[in-house]
Nanobody
Framework: QVQLVESGGGLVQAGGSLRLSCAAS????????MAWFRQPPGKGQEFVAAGGGTDYADSVKGRFTVSGDNAKNTVYLQMNSLKPEDTAVYYC?????????????????WGQGTQVTVSS
């Protein structure tokens, strides 16, 4: 059974940093088949970054960086210079194909999400 488990969320002041982790089990995924999404309060789900680090949302470009550890089947999202508008539940997702893109509908597996709250 495939599972994605996110961790690393929390409360941080504006300008601070957090690193999220997404550990996959039950199947080995290429980073190119994974991505980070988020859902701000009262809003829909939005793409944040591709697991391979090849694509970032404009709102996070230059502040967020994706990396990975193939041996641990884990991808990370390093978030720097956090802003209150980054407050959201962050999700890790994985697809059965490479480069699935920005649409949530292209992803087959989802983690439970981790809350990130940025105070002003």
């Amino acid at each position: 059974q495939v599972q994605l488990v996110e961790s690393g969320g929390g409360l941080v002041q504006a300008g601070g940093s957090l690193r999220l982790s997404c550990a996959a089990s039950g199947r080995t995924f290429s980073r190119n088949a994974m991505a980070w999404f988020r859902q701000p309060p009262g809003k829909g789900q939005e793409f944040v970054a591709a697991g391979g680090g090849t694509d970032y949302a404009d709102s996070v470009k230059g502040r967020f960086t994706v990396s990975g550890d193939n041996a641990k089947n884990t991808v990370y999202l390093q978030m720097n210079s956090l802003k209150p508008e980054d407050t959201a539940v962050y999700y890790c997702a994985a697809a059965m194909m490479w480069f699935p893109g920005r649409s949530p509908s292209q992803y087959d597996y989802w983690g439970q999400g981790t809350q990130v709250t940025v105070s002003s």
